[in-house]
């Protein structure tokens, strides 16, 4: 199992190769047409030099082509849990040199994302971080996805101090709607384990309603840290209306397991009017 720190070294070193190496192709191409002109011996020179550049520039761009098609499935295998399919794959690519430093940073995000999915979350914010630190512009198109993955795996490991920054970053960017439920998960968590509790609640129509887009579990945990807010609020209507919806969604004795706060919701008697 690759770690973090031996794919960034092997990122970082691929990526100062690949750069030297194009700089490297673009000064032998420039000598080439230069030195056509000067004899017949040169000029077929020349020719074989070119034609031998044009054919390694064609043949990196077939392997990053079949290389995209293959990272296309890895987050569909990290989703369904095949893990050990999926960091084979990855490590592969890593190993393995490309002039596109496109493929060395999907290979490094998606080892994130496996990292993120198999809970060690120190090291998919290692590699997040990583990700963040590069100014390609790959890099990025996918700032948004690693900010995101970068404040939960802070959240989980109690760093709420780096995910209040990765969370604040992302309210500067515009957001695809994915990425906005998301966010509102995280923001959610993050004002609960700092007791932001009227803050939860606050434009509380909008959060309801981006969170009946969401998937089951993820809608259920969306409301159940609102109705958590509400119950600690004393709004105790509004809790157990939240709470309610929240047991259409999951099966209520798991999910209180998992969330073991919802209890206090589910037990409590709304308060009549």
Known sequence: MISAQVAIVRFRRDVLIGRVAR???FVLLVAAVAS????????GLG???GAMLLGFIVLEGYRYSKFSRQAADWPAMIATGRFEQ?????????????IYRGAKLLGLHNLAMLRHAQQRWDE??????????????MARSLAKPSR????????????????????????E???SLAEAMTLLQLQLEYSWRVGAHAAMVWGLAAKIQLAELMPALSAARTQAYLALAAHRLGQTELADWLGQRVKLLVDAEKFAAEMPGIGEVWNATPAKT
């Not at 998919?124 to 512009?137: E, G, K, P, S, Y």
């Not at 959240?155 to 604040?168: C, R």
Request: hydrophobic share 45%; glycine share 8%; charged share 20%.
């Open 23 to 25: 700089v490297g192709m």
């Open 36 to 43: 056509m002109g000067q004899s017949d011996t040169s000029l």
């Open 47 to 49: 020719v074989v030099g």
């Open 86 to 98: 999926a960091e084979r794959q990855i490590d592969s690519s890593l190993r393995s040199f490309s």
């Open 124 to 137: 998919a914010a290692i590699l997040c971080r990583a990700l963040l630190d590069q100014q390609m512009a």
């Open 148 to 171: 995101l993955l970068l404040a939960d795996s802070l959240l989980q490991v109690g760093d709420l101090n780096g995910a209040y920054e990765a969370l604040s970053r992302l309210y």
């Open 173 to 175: 960017q515009r957001l």
